[in-house]
């Protein structure tokens, strides 16, 4: 099992560990976004390339009402 600090990340971050499943490589990751900080699409980018299958769980913090937050908080992907 490996694991690093993923870098080239501008806002966004996170720690990813590639673990072998059915003898395939898979990429793991936690994520944390500050709520003062944009979503990036190059974070994303970075995440997901490589070429491996991604699981990413974390916290984004986005907010919405149906998911029993008191606010709504929409959250913009910049370029």
Not at 16 to 34: C, N
Not at 36 to 60: E, H, I, K, W, Y
């Given at each position: 099992m490996?694991?690093?600090?993923r870098?080239?990340?501008?806002?966004?971050?996170?720690i990813?560990?590639?673990?072998m499943?059915?003898?395939?490589?898979?990429?793991?990751?936690?994520?944390?976004?500050?709520?003062?900080?944009?979503?990036?699409?190059?974070?994303?980018?970075?995440?997901f390339g490589?070429?491996?299958?991604v699981?990413m769980a974390?916290?984004?913090?986005?907010?919405?009402?149906?998911?029993?937050?008191?606010l709504?908080?929409?959250?913009?992907?910049?370029a």
């Amino acid at each position: 099992m490996d694991h690093c600090t993923r870098p080239g990340l501008e806002y966004l971050e996170a720690i990813d560990i590639q673990i072998m499943l059915a003898i395939k490589p898979v990429k793991i990751l936690t994520v944390y976004l500050s709520p003062s900080r944009p979503l990036l699409a190059s974070d994303l980018s970075t995440c997901f390339g490589g070429g491996l299958p991604v699981l990413m769980a974390g916290d984004l913090n986005f907010k919405n009402i149906e998911w029993n937050s008191m606010l709504t908080r929409k959250r913009q992907t910049l370029a």
